[in-house]
């Protein structure tokens, strides 16, 4: 099982990881630590962890953040939120975003080891329910989404709220098969391809309109949130929105001189 720590203190992220050495068979954890939630952010799209463990406050960004996002991409994915006494508000907020489960600080190891072992039960019993599910059958037709048609149907819902739950509902199958069918025919985890699509949407949107960076956020998903949009992009594509729109500009303005020359 892959499981990510996330705190701004990395004394607390190291351990919890040394705690999980002390479990029952440890060598079943494969675990990672990240000290702020973009940190979090990129290895969560990248391992896929199946138990997230999370501070709520940080500097640079909110635990609740992180949370809310894992649960819209992952319902099945284990999330268990670190508390100090004072954040019970923070908590409820928690459960209300997708938390399954809460230990406050400072961490106790018995009590971690205790819900990590329910939460592990958890886990184990949604996969199992998902292998239970309708499993993909390559001749399937009827009306449900083919794997193939999963990249137009990506780009004509760009602006929509969209999750590997909702698609998985789409054509029929279960979360886990479809998340082993979309990595095999697109080389590439759901997450990881919206994200990529969006970013080459919005270049689109940059070089060939006279949209407010505001607007073209919105165009590729990003309504409720257009201040993730420069994050996003500028990780993605090495440059702000706003230097990729300038950098295109002058290189079409030297294209154009060149032409006339």
Same mark, same amino acid.
């Given at each position: 099982?892959?499981?990510?720590?996330?705190?701004? +203190?990395?004394?607390?992220?190291? @351990?919890? &990881?040394?705690?999980?050495?002390? /479990? $029952?068979?440890?060598?079943? !954890?494969?675990?990672?630590?990240?000290?702020?939630?973009?940190?979090?952010?990129?290895?969560?799209?990248?391992?896929?962890?199946?138990?997230?463990?999370?501070?709520?406050?940080?500097?640079?960004?909110?635990?609740?953040?992180?949370?809310?996002?894992?649960?819209?991409?992952?319902?099945?994915?284990?999330?268990?939120?670190?508390?100090?006494?004072?954040?019970?508000?923070?908590?409820?907020?928690?459960?209300?975003?997708?938390?399954?489960?809460?230990?406050?600080?400072?961490?106790?190891?018995?009590?971690?080891?205790?819900?990590?072992?329910?939460?592990?039960?958890?886990?184990?019993?949604?996969?199992?329910?998902?292998?239970? +599910?309708?499993?993909?059958?390559? @001749?399937? &037709?009827?009306?449900?989404?083919? /794997? $193939?048609?999963?990249?137009? !149907?990506?780009?004509?819902?760009?602006?929509?709220?969209?999750?590997?739950?909702?698609?998985?509902?789409?054509?029929?199958?279960?979360?886990?098969?479809?998340?082993?069918?979309?990595?095999?025919?697109?080389?590439?985890?759901?997450?990881?391809?919206?994200?990529?699509?969006?970013?080459?949407?919005?270049?689109?949107?940059?070089?060939?309109?006279?949209?407010?960076?505001?607007?073209?956020?919105?165009?590729?998903?990003?309504?409720?949130?257009?201040?993730?949009?420069?994050?996003?992009?500028?990780?993605?594509?090495?440059?702000?929105?706003?230097?990729?729109?300038?950098?295109?500009?002058?290189?079409?303005?030297?294209?154009?001189?060149?032409?006339?020359?």
């Amino acid at each position: 099982m892959k499981v990510l720590i996330v705190d701004d +203190e990395s004394l607390i992220c190291e @351990s919890i &990881k040394a705690d999980f050495s002390r /479990m $029952e068979h440890p060598w079943e !954890y494969e675990i990672f630590t990240a000290q702020s939630v973009a940190a979090a952010q990129e290895i969560y799209y990248r391992e896929e962890p199946e138990l997230v463990i999370t501070d709520i406050n940080m500097p640079g960004g909110s635990g609740l953040i992180l949370v809310s996002e894992i649960h819209k991409d992952n319902p099945h994915c284990g999330i268990l939120v670190l508390s100090a006494y004072d954040d019970f508000e923070y908590v409820r907020n928690a459960f209300t975003m997708g938390a399954w489960d809460y230990i406050l600080k400072p961490v106790a190891y018995s009590e971690l080891e205790h819900c990590v072992r329910q939460l592990s039960e958890k886990i184990f019993a949604a996969q199992e329910s998902c292998k239970r +599910e309708n499993e993909w059958e390559p @001749s399937k &037709k009827g009306g449900v989404f083919m /794997m $193939e048609d999963m990249a137009d !149907y990506i780009r004509q819902h760009m602006g929509e709220k969209l999750s590997a739950a909702e698609l998985a509902r789409k054509m029929a199958v279960s979360y886990s098969s479809f998340g082993k069918l979309f990595r095999e025919h697109m080389g590439m985890s759901f997450s990881a391809y919206l994200l990529w699509q969006r970013m080459e949407c919005a270049k689109e949107y940059l070089e060939n309109s006279h949209m407010k960076i505001k607007q073209v956020a919105s165009k590729v998903g990003y309504k409720e949130n257009p201040q993730h949009f420069s994050r996003d992009f500028t990780r993605q594509v090495g440059m702000s929105p706003k230097e990729y729109r300038a950098q295109m500009l002058g290189a079409r303005t030297q294209d154009a001189k060149k032409e006339m020359s």
